[in-house]
């Protein structure tokens, strides 16, 4: 048997809260599923967009809208500077559109990662100037950690509007305005907005203001979309205010009402835009559209997402995908590169980890032994790919990844810098942690920034070994059981759940995400067939008790040698989705771990 842990504890309906009776009598296993993610009543299902909360909270957001609002009246030149990932694009794209329709004369810049860096460096101010000459510069996702760029462009009389989500516990940077709900001393009552969300609140109460005001304004619900997929793409945490966003701007796509752009992407992909799912940001789209700021660019990624012709938005789509094939290639090879570094180092997957670069992974395996970070540099590593290999890295082997590339691939001396993508586990805040190296020894990391799960850093060559022995040693000092994974269960599903109609509620009809995770069940079934397919995936026919049909099951990129085709009996923790093919609908489970704990002799 699998050794599982229950999400609910609780019992139904004895201890049901107010509300969610009628919820109940239509479907326990929903009220189940909803009462172990803490909703307490039927209101914190409601998304209608007046259940969203009030901007007043936000600080600094009623002086940025004086400065938006005069700039578009007296025609000041705004100049947009985003981030190179999904949120800065969908952040530009929105600022782009909304202020446009306004009339503001408003153009945008989007730091390339590969010579400017992250954020409102003063090298972007002065791109700035020498090719927008701007009056005002508004950053979307960034410039919480941007003092020196923001001195830049006052000493050149530009006013600076900061528009950010990143964590600080430092005081801002001297800009006029600074609206970020982490920022110290802000009251607003969601932390987990993201750049998009940021963005979107301000352009609201602009809009609203200068409506108020009998000037031109804009609807800026209408662009919902781009919020939404900002937010699953930054693995935006889905509380209460983002599942409301993300769920509106989820219909918009379905009825059509978006991006041509986002249009385009789902119709290379083969995706029906009817019945588009929150996955489809994060699994579909998110990535086509960070290929153009991983690889190149992201100006292609925000001319699509703004394209105002199909047959342009198709050219664009087709570019961002060729971009996402070659980022595909670059992180296999990355990949297969780890993990013959991790070989070397004899890693188990629950014992061991290896931080190393990989010139002195020899010398490394005599001290990997009971080490608690995966931390990994190669002079010929790809920049734009770290972050998606360090996240395989710490899905693989549960452990804190952080994986550097050179900051400049034709510098790759000792006092050259390199730059680091950080993904972290539960338990572990890795944004907080490289703090506290820092804080420690403030010479050895030149910045940093980023959120719980995830975090860059830069630091010169020379200081690899020494920050990873401190990052270690900080691993080292935390509770052995954080690293210990955990595998959560929702319970066992009754069998009027084994329906296309449950499934279709499921996937469909509610917002699943980061925070508020993804349903999974488990039981015991009946293996009616088993079979291979294309030698790395398990496909089985399952019985549960009482389900008059057999349920397909699938575990892809399976272990194939340790299936026993004897089996008989199977414990399975299991996603459920719709499978289509040739017009048909069945339901299938997606295996996520699975023990026999029955075998015909």
């Not at 395996?365 to 710490?394: E, F, M």
């Not at 066992?492 to 499921?506: G, P, T, Y």
């Not at 925070?515 to 030698?535: T, Y």
Request: hydrophobic fraction near 40%.
């Amino acid at each position: 048997m699998l050794n599982l842990t229950p999400r609910f504890t609780g019992k139904l309906p004895a201890d049901l809260p107010e509300g969610l009776q009628n919820l109940y009598q239509y479907s326990p296993t929903l009220t189940r599923l909803f009462l172990a993610r803490g909703v307490k009543s039927s209101e914190a299902l409601d998304y209608g967009l007046s259940t969203l909360l009030p901007a007043d909270g936000l600080k600094d957001i009623d002086e940025a809208v004086k400065i938006l609002d005069t700039a578009i009246e007296s025609q000041q030149r705004i100049l947009i500077v985003g981030d190179f990932d999904c949120d800065g694009a969908t952040s530009t794209a929105l600022m782009m559109r909304v202020l446009g329709e306004m009339g503001a004369e408003v153009d945008f810049v989007v730091p390339d990662r590969f010579k400017y860096g992250y954020g409102l460096t003063p090298e972007i101010v002065q791109l700035g100037i020498d090719e927008y000459a701007p009056d005002i510069i508004v950053t979307v996702d960034n410039g919480i950690s941007s003092h020196e760029g923001v001195d830049k462009a006052r000493e050149n009389g530009i006013t600076v509007i900061i528009t950010d989500h990143h964590l600080t516990t430092k005081p801002n940077p001297e800009a006029h305005a600074v609206v970020n709900p982490n920022q110290l001393k802000c009251e607003f009552d969601s932390k987990a907005l993201v750049g998009v969300g940021v963005a979107f609140y301000l352009l609201g109460r602009l809009s609203k203001y200068r409506r108020e005001a009998g000037r031109s304004s804009a609807q800026v619900s209408r662009y919902l979309d781009l919020v939404a997929l900002g937010t699953v793409a930054d693995v935006g945490v889905l509380d209460h205010n983002n599942r409301t966003l993300v769920a509106h701007g989820l219909a918009a796509i379905r009825e059509g009402r978006c991006s041509l752009g986002i249009l385009a992407l789902l119709e290379l992909a083969g995706r029906d835009p009817q019945k588009m799912t929150v996955q489809d940001f994060g699994f579909v789209i998110g990535p086509r559209i960070n290929a153009a700021g991983r690889m190149d660019n992201m100006r292609i990624g925000i001319e699509c997402l703004m394209a105002d012709s199909m047959e342009e938005a198709k050219r664009l789509a087709f570019e961002l995908d060729k971009l996402n094939k070659e980022r595909r290639f670059v992180e296999g090879g990355m990949r297969e590169q780890a993990d013959d570094i991790l070989r070397q180092l004899q890693l188990s997957d629950d014992s061991q980890s290896a931080s190393t670069d990989v010139k002195d992974s020899v010398e490394a395996k005599t001290k990997a032994s009971g080490l608690r970070s995966l931390i990994l540099y190669q002079d010929d590593w790809h920049q734009g790919v770290i972050g998606i290999v360090a996240g395989r890295l710490k899905e693989t082997h549960y452990r804190p990844a952080i994986v550097f590339a050179p900051a400049d691939e034709a510098k790759v001396g000792d006092e050259d810098a390199i730059k680091g993508s950080a993904r972290s586990i539960p338990g572990i805040h890795i944004r907080d942690a490289i703090e506290s190296i820092a804080e420690s020894d403030p010479e050895l990391i030149t910045h940093f920034g980023g959120h719980a799960m995830a975090a860059g850093l830069t630091l010169k060559k020379k200081h690899f070994e020494r920050f990873s022995e401190a990052f270690e040693r900080l691993m080292q000092s935390l509770e052995p059981s954080l690293f210990e994974e955990e595998q959560f269960t929702d319970g066992e599903l009754i069998a009027d759940d084994f329906s296309l109609q449950f499934v279709e509620a499921l996937t469909h009809s509610h917002i699943w995400g980061h925070g508020f995770v993804a349903p999974q069940f488990d039981g015991l079934f009946e293996v009616l067939d088993s079979r291979i397919l294309k030698d790395k995936h398990l496909k089985l026919s399952l019985k549960y008790p009482g389900v008059l049909y057999p349920v397909d099951a699938i575990w892809f990129n399976y272990d194939t040698d340790k299936w026993d085709y004897r089996a008989k009996e199977v414990h399975v923790l299991f996603e459920l989705n719709i499978n289509e093919w040739n017009g048909n609908q069945n339901i299938q489970m997606m295996i996520k771990d699975l023990a026999v704990t029955h075998i015909v002799p």
